[in-house]
């Protein structure tokens, strides 16, 4: 059974840092791409960041690039995805999800897990 499970969120202050874990079981997560999405009540659910297969990484907000990492490690079968300078604009609900593309769209992901609140405020 193809599970995956967000975990590391929490409160944190304006500039501070989170680091996120999509731990997968049921599959192998190295031949799949991960995607990292985020939704706030009332909007859309956006896509973050995408990590291939080949460890390819795409980011695709504006204000996250230079300050999210995503990264991989297969041994543990867990993709991270490492929040620094953290801003309350950034507060949302944090998702991962398996992937055919590494796309921001939602449509090229057919395996989500159940989320984990990012909460950024003073």
């Known amino acids: 059974q193809v599970q995956l499970v967000e975990s590391g969120g929490g409160l944190v202050q304006p500039g501070g840092s989170l680091r996120l874990s999509c731990a997968a079981s049921g599959f192998t997560l190295d031949n799949y791409v991960i995607g990292w999405f985020r939704q706030v009540p009332g909007k859309e659910r956006e896509g973050v960041s995408c990590?291939?297969?080949?460890?390819?990484?795409?980011y695709f907000v504006d204000g996250v690039k230079g300050r999210f990492t995503i990264s991989r490690d297969n041994a543990k079968n867990t993709v991270y995805l490492q929040m620094n300078s953290l801003k309350p604009e950034d507060t949302a609900v944090y998702y991962c999800?398996?992937?055919?593309?590494?796309?921001?769209?939602?449509?090229?992901?057919?395996?989500w897990g159940q989320g984990t609140q990012v909460t950024v405020s003073s």
């Open positions: 990590i291939s297969s080949n460890n390819r990484s795409r």
């Open positions: 999800a398996r992937g055919y593309y590494c796309s921001a769209s939602l449509s090229d992901y057919y395996y």
